[in-house]
């Protein structure tokens, strides 16, 4: 795992949006897995930006949606593919057909999660996946327990995982929902290109747990410490703790 630690936000923010430019640059038809969540976002903005002025051409890549609410539909304000429609594939300008998503509201959430990973297998895997961390060293929502051959599936959330995704709705953590599909461990750990975005002093001990702590299921994010394609991208408020 390779390791950038930017002054601020703003750098982190102007890094990411080169790596994931680069990464376009070298693959036109990039099929990329998108998070959403705060640290993310200003990357997102920069990497717009970028387009806007020609330096960037998204036109021939995928978007995949990382992880879903099971029960929310797409008008839901806790919609996590609104969040990322407004995030990233608006400002990037794709189209429908340039997005892998999981389906709002599956009758079978098995089966979704079994289309889902064999449509990303048909698309050749993942060029890119563009990560955060979990306050409790969750991937997607590869929660604690998570093994590296973990497929794409319906998982439960964590109480780590509802405390922290309750501070993005109004109702707080009974508002959030219980279940969600994710993206596994095993296509985003096999993806050609990790890039795990961390930001924020309150994210200084899980980052160092993921980074130099022991590999293990109880910190799922360790799992990148054995995976020679991925970068972690900090500010120095995570990575010092200030």
Aim: proline fraction near 7%; include cysteine.
């Amino acid at each position: 795992m390779k390791r950038i630690i930017t002054d601020d936000a703003a750098s982190l923010a102007e890094t990411g949006a080169r790596q994931l430019a680069e990464a376009l640059a070298e693959e036109p038809a990039l099929v990329a897995a998108i998070a959403t969540g705060n640290s993310p976002i200003a990357l997102y903005e920069r990497l717009a930006e970028l387009r806007a002025a020609g330096e960037v051409d998204a036109g021939q890549m995928t978007a995949v949606q990382l992880d879903s609410y099971i029960g929310t539909p797409d008008d839901d304000p806790r919609s996590l593919w609104d969040w990322m429609r407004r995030a990233f594939v608006a400002p990037m300008g794709l189209t429908d057909a340039q997005v892998l998503r999981f389906a709002a509201d599956p009758e079978d959430p098995e089966a979704e999660c079994a289309r889902m990973g064999t449509e990303l297998e048909a698309a050749g895997g993942l060029g890119l996946a563009v990560v955060g961390l979990g306050p409790n060293g969750h991937l997607g929502f590869n929660e604690p327990g998570s093994a590296p051959g973990a497929l794409t599936r319906p998982v439960e959330l964590s109480p780590e995982s509802l405390q922290s995704n309750a501070a993005y709705w109004q109702g707080g953590i009974e508002s959030v929902p219980r279940r969600a599909m994710t993206l596994g461990l095993a296509p985003l750990l096999s993806a050609r290109r990790i890039l795990l975005v961390v930001s924020g002093a309150h994210k200084h001990e899980i980052l160092r747990r993921a980074v130099e702590g022991p590999v293990s299921e109880d910190c799922p994010a360790s799992w990148l410490q054995r995976c020679p394609q991925a970068t972690v991208i900090a500010d120095r408020a995570a990575w010092e703790g200030a």
